[in-house]
């Protein structure tokens, strides 16, 4: 009867050796997993942080590309408005263009269309 206490006892104990090397098998991996990401989280918010402000450049260039659209449009509707408030400059322009009898029908460069 001793002797199956013994094997007993020796199986319980077996069986908790057993219980904690798993589970130090398992915080092992989870302490490599999180030291891992610890380690390379400087590396990963760098290149988040260089992403973000790529974006912002990008963002950036394109609302000034517009702006100066803008700006453009801007200028040639104000020579449109130049030519056609003061007919004599309308007239000598469309004289330089090789227009005879112009008028503002014949004019292209007049036209909103453009």
Same mark, same amino acid.
């Given at each position: 009867m001793g002797d199956?206490? *013994?094997y007993a006892d020796r199986?319980?104990?077996l069986v908790?050796? *057993?219980r904690n090397k798993s589970e130090k098998g398992m915080k092992d991996i989870l302490g490599f997993f999180f030291g891992v990401l610890l380690a390379f989280s400087p590396f990963f918010f760098t290149v988040y942080v260089k992403s973000q402000v790529i974006k912002q450049g990008y963002k950036i260039s394109a609302l000034?590309?517009?702006i100066e659209?803008?700006?453009d449009k801007k200028e040639i509707l %104000?020579?449109?408005l130049?030519?056609?408030e003061n007919p004599k400059n309308l007239y000598t322009i469309a004289k330089k263009l090789?227009? %005879?009898n112009p008028s503002f029908d014949k004019l292209g460069f007049i036209s909103p269309k453009r």
């Open positions: 199956m206490k *013994f199986d319980k104990i908790l050796k *057993f000034v590309k517009k659209e803008l700006q %104000e020579a449109k130049m030519t056609i090789g227009y %005879e």
